[in-house]
């Protein structure tokens, strides 16, 4: 229940590539091959633990359809990871990377940590993008990488969790200045409870309701 | 320091005086301020931080027919903490009328104007963020609740700075019960005494009120606080289940909620600037448009029909669907009906009970589930009925805020955004309207269940469903006004191909 930190998390990418899966595999643990078209923007929680921290992910998985575009926009605000998501089968899908980015770049705070995801790993027969593609294009724009499967689970869990150990150390260099709302990231109120009984563990960080 | 003191003295001595006016025997004033007292002390001041959201600064919800009521309410401390017994009784009377007996009626029009009365008191008279509530309650409290701690029951329902207008309520010796109205509105009008007197040193709080705050910050900064509460007392897993805002939050409510006022903000952008964009004719056109789009949002159906006997269950499924069908967006409020028919389901048992009693000898799978139903205590009760609150509320947001994107993304429209507009409005009176019955039928539940509980115990769990469907009526409310401005470019896009902003 009670966490260190929230992370508010987007998934990105074309419709049918199994952004909707990846987030039923991280939540619920299950696959579900027929999927209903996402309308706007559906929600998944879940908490991890990163270094002895219990960390609350609050995904928001949009939907991939064209015509929803100009509104899953309105959602990228305040995220501070994505998951930019392709199908491996569908090359057109990778082809469409470079306007996810740029959108993903523009509506949202730079220091969003973007993790890109080749999903549906496990049909290896019907690929159509190289892993080394994706690795190459993940390097070229400073992205984390990965290939998962919804289906099989491989990489689910690393996925979403190296994403948030991205944001971690990010928030540890002092990149993220987590006070500002803005950025998706919020000190959990145990961490304020904590400091109370635990005094000074973690220095310095005294949100809460208090001040302002 | 003394100011704290200050609030318990004030809080317990108005009481009395509302006890004076009720002409009760003097003895009864004692116990009431003991009552009163002691159950400050037990009561969570985490949840007392949940106010009731202003609504957004748009300015022409100011204008609506309510001001005269709410400049005499606004116009200063002293008007509102000593007049108001006289003169804002009866409209804040009236509020619980609206949310609980007769939502549909009132609903857009005395809905909007209490919260212009809220926020014009709130700003006026500088009532304390939710924060400094809390905080300054759980500081009031602080000394006894540590002494009290061990016996406090674990079930002191969420509502703290409540609490001790419920027990004003109870000692008053009315039949909270059968007129939970009267508790409602009680509870209104005093909350604004009680606040306002709570609040010595209101001019330095003035400045921390003046901030907009958004619904869903307003239901975060709640969740938050009962976190933070649960975290602190490592309470049991039955307390959890009666915070409403933890539940909601559950059910995704906030994020719907959040997800819907980015939607709402970003399409207020788009109006203004495309208004400003446009002159002359063009302009005085589409404003007179926009007028009317804006009426279907305040005008909610203004036909007192008296509640009509209980109607069947299949008929808020039906009534729902239709309203919504009007709408044609390619989805179906089913999750929202699934949830309402599980909760009816729950109080048809529930209440059954008693009567399949009388018959005896039933099939024996019957009489189990009777059992098991005899188990429902009355904090059972509570639970589902807070618990079914948030969920019913959180569909009904999630509801709202698909209709919004499905609004948005839909190009070619078969209905005008007024019809779409009056759809909603209906569907807000529809969804208003079961929240009131649902926690009228919970209450049912509560006194059937709890004939041999005391009063001060019982009471209290009475209010809390009350004042929680009060509240989520008011969430849903403030969401529908989110949904404004989508139509309004939706309108704007559907007239002609404008250049988007």
Request: aromatic letters at 6%; one cysteine or more.
């Given at each position: 229940?009670?966490?260190?930190?929230?992370?508010?998390?987007?998934?990105?990418?074309?419709?049918?590539?199994?952004?909707?899966?990846?987030?039923?595999?991280?939540?619920?643990?299950?696959f579900?091959?027929?999927?209903?078209?996402?309308?706007?923007?559906?929600f998944?929680?879940?908490?991890?633990?990163?270094?002895?921290?219990?960390?609350?992910?609050?995904?928001?998985?949009?939907?991939?359809?064209?015509?929803?575009?100009?509104?899953?926009?309105?959602?990228?605000?305040?995220?501070?990871?994505?998951?930019?998501?392709?199908?491996?089968?569908?090359?057109?899908?990778?082809?469409?990377?470079?306007?996810?980015?740029?959108?993903?770049?523009?509506?949202?705070?730079?220091?969003?940590?973007?993790?890109?995801?080749?999903?549906?790993?496990?049909?290896?027969?019907?690929?159509?993008?190289?892993?080394?593609?994706?690795?190459?294009?993940?390097?070229?724009?400073?992205?984390i990488?990965?290939?998962?499967?919804?289906?099989?689970?491989?990489?689910v869990?690393?996925?979403?969790?190296?994403?948030?150990?991205?944001?971690?150390?990010?928030?540890?260099?002092?990149?993220?200045?987590?006070?500002?709302?803005?950025?998706?990231?919020?000190?959990?109120?145990?961490?304020?409870?904590?400091?109370?009984?635990?005094a000074?563990?973690q220095?310095?960080?005294?949100?809460?309701?208090?001040?302002? | 320091?003394?100011?704290?003191?200050?609030i318990?003295?004030?809080?317990?001595?108005?009481?009395?005086?509302?006890?004076?006016?009720?002409?009760?025997?003097?003895?009864?004033?004692?116990?009431?301020?003991?009552?009163?007292?002691?159950?400050?002390?037990?009561?969570?001041?985490?949840?007392?931080?949940?106010?009731r959201?202003?609504?957004?600064?748009?300015?022409?919800?100011?204008?609506?027919?309510?001001?005269?009521?709410?400049?005499?309410?606004?116009?200063?401390?002293?008007?509102?903490?000593?007049?108001v017994?006289?003169?804002?009784?009866?409209?804040?009377?009236?509020?619980?009328?609206?949310?609980?007996?007769?939502?549909?009626?009132?609903?857009?029009?005395?809905?909007?104007?209490?919260?212009?009365?809220?926020?014009?008191?709130?700003?006026?008279?500088?009532?304390?963020?939710?924060?400094?509530?809390?905080?300054?309650?759980?500081?009031?409290?602080?000394?006894?609740?540590?002494?009290?701690?061990?016996?406090?029951?674990?079930?002191?329902?969420?509502?703290?700075?409540f609490?001790?207008?419920?027990?004003?309520?109870?000692?008053?010796?009315?039949?909270?019960?059968?007129?939970?109205?009267?508790?409602?509105?009680?509870?209104?009008?005093k909350?604004?005494?009680?606040?306002?007197?709570?609040?010595?040193g209101?001019?330095?709080?003035?400045?921390?009120?003046?901030?907009?705050?958004?619904?869903?910050?307003v239901?975060?900064?709640a969740?938050?606080?009962?976190?933070?509460?649960?975290?602190?007392?490592v309470?049991?897993?039955?307390?959890?289940?009666?915070?409403?805002?933890?539940l909601?939050?559950e059910?995704?409510?906030?994020?719907?909620?959040?997800?819907?006022?980015?939607?709402?903000?970003?399409?207020?952008?788009k109006?203004?600037?495309?208004?400003?964009?446009?002159?002359?004719?063009?302009?005085?056109?589409?404003?007179?448009?926009?007028?009317?789009?804006?009426?279907?949002?305040?005008?909610?159906?203004?036909?007192?029909?008296?509640?009509?006997?209980?109607?069947?269950?299949?008929?808020?499924?039906?009534?729902?669907?239709?309203?919504?069908?009007?709408?044609?967006?390619?989805?179906?409020?089913?999750?929202?009906?699934?949830?309402?028919?599980?909760?009816?389901?729950?109080?048809?048992t529930?209440?059954?009970?008693?009567?399949?009693?009388?018959?005896?000898?039933?099939?024996?799978?019957?009489?189990?589930?009777?059992?098991?139903?005899?188990?429902?205590?009355?904090?059972?009760?509570?639970?589902?009925?807070?618990?079914?609150?948030?969920?019913?509320?959180?569909?009904?947001?999630?509801?709202?805020h698909?209709?919004?994107?499905?609004?948005?993304?839909?190009?070619?429209?078969?209905?005008?955004a007024?019809?779409?507009?009056?759809?909603?409005?209906?569907?807000?009176?529809?969804?208003?309207?079961?929240?009131?019955?649902l926690?009228?039928?919970?209450?049912?539940?509560?006194?059937?269940?709890?004939?041999?509980?005391?009063?001060?115990?019982?009471?209290?769990?009475?209010?809390?469903?009350?004042?929680?469907?009060?509240?989520?009526?008011?969430?849903?409310?403030?969401?529908?006004?989110?949904?404004?401005?989508?139509?309004?470019?939706?309108?704007?896009?559907?007239?002609?191909?404008?250049?988007?902003?």
């Amino acid at each position: 229940m009670a966490y260190a930190y929230l992370f508010k998390y987007i998934i990105i990418g074309d419709t049918g590539v199994g952004k909707s899966c990846l987030l039923l595999q991280f939540t619920d643990k299950r696959f579900q091959p027929v999927h209903d078209l996402t309308i706007g923007v559906e929600f998944g929680a879940r908490m991890i633990t990163i270094d002895g921290k219990q960390i609350k992910l609050q995904i928001w998985d949009t939907a991939g359809q064209e015509s929803f575009r100009s509104i899953t926009r309105s959602y990228y605000r305040g995220a501070a990871g994505a998951l930019l998501v392709y199908d491996i089968t569908r090359r057109d899908t990778f082809n469409h990377l470079t306007t996810w980015l740029e959108d993903a770049r523009q509506h949202s705070n730079s220091n969003m940590v973007i993790m890109l995801i080749g999903n549906k790993s496990d049909l290896e027969s019907r690929r159509e993008v190289k892993k080394e593609e994706g690795e190459a294009f993940a390097r070229e724009h400073g992205l984390i990488f990965m290939e998962t499967s919804a289906k099989t689970a491989s990489n689910v869990e690393e996925a979403f969790i190296n994403t948030a150990k991205e944001i971690y150390e990010k928030i540890q260099e002092g990149v993220f200045d987590i006070n500002n709302e803005a950025n998706g990231i919020k000190i959990g109120p145990q961490h304020a409870a904590t400091n109370a009984t635990h005094a000074g563990s973690q220095g310095g960080q005294q949100a809460g309701g208090g001040c302002c | 320091m003394s100011d704290k003191d200050d609030i318990e003295t004030e809080v317990i001595t108005e009481a009395t005086s509302i006890l004076e006016n009720e002409n009760c025997e003097p003895t009864k004033n004692f116990e009431s301020v003991d009552q009163s007292a002691k159950s400050e002390s037990k009561s969570e001041p985490v949840a007392s931080t949940r106010k009731r959201p202003e609504s957004k600064p748009s300015s022409d919800l100011e204008t609506s027919d309510v001001l005269p009521v709410q400049t005499s309410q606004a116009a200063g401390k002293e008007t509102v903490s000593k007049d108001v017994p006289q003169t804002g009784w009866g409209y804040w009377g009236s509020w619980g009328k609206s949310l609980l007996s007769s939502a549909s009626a009132t609903v857009a029009t005395v809905g909007q104007g209490i919260s212009n009365v809220i926020e014009k008191a709130e700003t006026s008279l500088g009532i304390p963020s939710p924060s400094e509530i809390s905080s300054e309650v759980q500081y009031a409290t602080g000394e006894t609740n540590a002494k009290e701690n061990e016996n406090s029951s674990p079930m002191s329902g969420p509502f703290g700075v409540f609490s001790t207008i419920s027990t004003a309520v109870q000692s008053t010796g009315k039949s909270v019960i059968s007129g939970g109205l009267d508790a409602l509105e009680f509870i209104g009008k005093k909350t604004m005494d009680v606040i306002a007197e709570g609040d010595p040193g209101f001019k330095r709080t003035k400045g921390l009120m003046n901030r907009t705050s958004t619904l869903s910050q307003v239901l975060r900064e709640a969740k938050e606080k009962e976190e933070l509460w649960t975290t602190n007392e490592v309470t049991m897993e039955t307390d959890k289940k009666t915070h409403y805002g933890l539940l909601f939050d559950e059910f995704q409510g906030l994020s719907h909620l959040e997800a819907l006022e980015m939607l709402s903000r970003e399409s207020e952008i788009k109006v203004k600037s495309i208004l400003n964009s446009l002159s002359g004719e063009e302009l005085e056109t589409l404003k007179c448009e926009l007028e009317q789009l804006k009426e279907a949002f305040s005008l909610a159906e203004f036909c007192e029909e008296e509640e009509e006997e209980k109607k069947g269950d299949e008929d808020f499924t039906k009534e729902i669907t239709e309203v919504f069908s009007q709408l044609h967006v390619s989805s179906k409020p089913e999750k929202l009906t699934r949830a309402r028919n599980t909760a009816c389901e729950w109080i048809r048992t529930s209440l059954a009970k008693p009567l399949e009693e009388k018959e005896e000898g039933k099939k024996q799978l019957e009489a189990e589930e009777i059992e098991q139903i005899n188990n429902n205590s009355i904090e059972d009760i509570h639970a589902f009925a807070i618990r079914s609150l948030a969920e019913l509320t959180a569909c009904s947001i999630e509801l709202f805020h698909k209709t919004a994107a499905l609004v948005l993304h839909g190009r070619k429209q078969e209905v005008t955004a007024i019809e779409r507009s009056r759809a909603l409005s209906q569907m807000t009176v529809v969804l208003c309207k079961e929240l009131s019955s649902l926690s009228k039928e919970f209450t049912t539940c509560l006194t059937t269940a709890g004939v041999k509980e005391k009063a001060d115990v019982l009471n209290p769990l009475i209010t809390a469903v009350f004042l929680e469907a009060s509240n989520s009526a008011s969430y849903i409310q403030d969401a529908f006004q989110l949904l404004l401005p989508v139509l309004e470019i939706s309108l704007i896009e559907n007239k002609s191909e404008l250049p988007e902003a």
